[in-house]
């Protein structure tokens, strides 16, 4: 089963960035962007950078990785390796791949949110093993995830 990358990203007011899901025939779900290595990938890295572009139309800064997560999937284990990373730009009309052009992949409302661990845990987010993470760690992300505008960094 291929690896995959979540981007647990931070805007410039220190909110969380991610997806509302709609998808036909299921019930709304939330999530933190991410996707699958592919072959041309060089790192998990990459691999992060290449999916927040095509997903949301953004460049990240501060990528910091936070945990690997695995659980029971499609008789496998799913492997997912957590980055937290800051929001440099976001421009919607960059987004583009399969979650955009089939429209039976349902909607992806990007939202921020507080980081309040109610508002992690009053929706359902998947997969849950990053729930779980981000419901235990939500207010410390501003510390885990180094700020590139804080003097602090030696910026």
Known sequence: MQPSVRGILLDEDER???????????????????????????????????ELLEELGATVSAVTPLTTVSYPWQ??????????????????????GPEFEDPSRGVYEVERLPLAESEITSRHL??????????????????????????????
């Open 16 to 50: 969380l960035v991610i997806f509302r899901r709609t998808v036909p025939d299921r019930d709304v779900y939330w999530s933190v962007p991410g996707g699958h290595v592919e072959p041309g990938d060089a790192t998990l890295e990459h691999t992060l950078h290449r």
């Open 75 to 96: 008789g496998g284990v799913k492997i997912q390796h957590v980055y937290g990373c800051r929001l440099l730009s976001m421009d919607p009309a960059l987004r583009h």
């Open 126 to 155: 998947v997969p849950e093993a990053v729930a779980a993470y981000l419901s235990v760690h939500i207010t410390a992300l501003p510390r885990l995830i180094a700020d590139p505008r804080s003097p602090t960094d030696g910026r």
